[in-house]
């Protein structure tokens, strides 16, 4: 699955006001035309970050390759920490700030978060739906294979540095010469 033009409209968690308010105000989420230009590279240590400083920057990171990022309420949220879309495709992401190997239960979650999010993503344009699992540590056989059999992708630490050191890279100002 590729993480696949961003649907606009209004906020769907309404219940959750001062959580899209905080992001609004860091210029996080929000519709296309008001995210801010990507920031200067930064070298990222995910090993102080916390889970909310993660999520946080995951939002900017997905905005920036042009999908629509809501972040889900922090109380309830199962499974989910981020809905993305963008044309036709949804993406329920989950964050994990771990240390010890991920089971499948993780897997298991993001499912279960897939068929509970599908309406909202379904009234954003969203057709196609998948799930991604962000960790910052390693995941056990039956994780990946659970994830290989369901369309589930999984990002470990590995492929999470993978993917900021090649935005890293690509957001630096060619060299002067």
């Known amino acids: 699955m590729q993480l696949g033009h961003a649907a606009t409209g209004a906020y769907p968690f309404d219940r959750d006001r001062k959580r899209r308010h905080e992001a609004a105000a860091a210029g996080l989420g929000g ?3 008001q995210r ?3 920031p200067p590279a930064t070298q990222i240590n995910l090993t102080v970050m916390s889970g909310e400083e993660l ?3 995951l939002t900017a990171f997905f905005g920036r390759r042009g999908y629509t990022v809501w972040p889900t309420p922090a109380r309830g949220e199962v499974g989910a920490a981020l809905l993305l879309c963008r044309e036709d495709q949804g993406v329920v992401v989950q964050v994990k700030r771990w240390n010890a190997a991920l089971g499948q239960e993780v897997v298991q979650a993001t499912i279960a978060a897939i068929r509970f999010h599908a309406a ?3 009234r954003l344009g ?3 739906l998948g799930g991604l699992v962000v960790a910052t540590c390693a995941f056990k056989p039956e994780a990946r294979e659970l994830a290989h059999q369901t369309g ?3 990002w470990d630490r590995e492929a999470l540095e993978i993917q900021l050191k090649a935005e890293a890279a690509a957001l630096q100002p060619p060299p002067i010469r």
């Open 31 to 33: 519709r296309p035309d």
């Open 36 to 38: 801010p230009a990507a």
């Open 55 to 57: 999520e946080r920057h």
């Open 120 to 122: 909202t993503l379904h």
């Open 126 to 128: 969203c057709t196609r």
């Open 152 to 154: 589930i992708l999984l």
